[in-house]
């Protein structure tokens, strides 16, 4: 069983709505990552935190906007979304923000943008 | 070129059947190596880290080659719940843990 939970499994918004994703991992993990996977893709890399702090954020847009309170949680905060951010949202967790550690997906949001 | 390669498959073999997936990488400052698998709709599992000395778990093996850039995943005495897509993923050096996936390799086994 994965130690990486999501909430909710599934969401569906308008393009007007503001909505959140959290993730929460229980492994005294330091650093967390969204990805995003579209259907028949494979997962690409959103943002990392590292010790709460943001250390990457691969140009994404601003309608998506990472929060990290704490070394537990990640959220992923949406506005105004279009239909093609449609996707599995993936959060993941790794002891350390590097090379040499394993990442540990949680099951993921299906988002749907009508 | 894609940053990692991956036969799409699909790969169908009957039950018991060894099956071997390679992948291959461009960038040789790559320096993490790992194999998930992912059943549909369903998130990445970690099947297995990859070393240079190769490593076992079980059914499946991992094996790294440096030199031609590539790592491989084999199943030995593959069983129906084997059936899932395979992704290999690389972390280059300075990447920050940026996991590179490829495209996935999609197994079904077959009674």
């Known amino acids: 069983d994965t130690e990486v939970t999501q909430t909710p499994k599934h969401l569906v918004m308008g393009m007007t709505n503001k909505k959140s994703l959290k993730c929460e991992q229980h492994m005294g993990h330091r650093a967390m990552y969204w990805y995003k996977q579209k259907a028949k893709k494979p997962p690409e890399l959103m943002f990392v935190?590292?010790?709460?702090?943001?250390?990457i954020n691969e140009s994404v847009p601003s309608r998506f906007s990472p929060e990290c309170p704490n070394s537990s949680l990640l959220n992923l905060h949406l506005h105004a979304l279009q239909p093609e951010d449609s996707a599995l949202y993936l959060c993941a967790s790794s002891q350390e923000m590097r090379e040499g550690y394993e990442q540990y997906f949680g099951p993921g949001t299906r988002l749907t943008v009508t | 070129r894609k940053e990692v390669e991956q036969d799409p498959g699909p790969f169908n073999v009957p039950e018991g059947a060894t099956v071997a997936f390679n992948c291959t990488y461009s960038n040789s400052a790559s320096q993490s190596f790992f194999w998930y698998r992912q059943d549909c709709r369903k998130e990445p599992k970690l099947l297995m880290s990859v070393y240079s000395s190769g490593n076992e778990d079980g059914r499946f093996t991992a094996q790294l080659n440096r030199a031609s850039q590539y790592i491989s995943l084999l199943i030995r005495d593959s069983k129906l719940s084997d059936s899932a897509t395979y992704l290999c993923a690389v972390i280059t050096r300075g990447s920050q843990g940026n996991l590179i996936f490829g495209k996935g390799t999609k197994l079904s086994v077959k009674p």
């Open positions: 935190y590292s010790y709460e702090k943001l250390s």
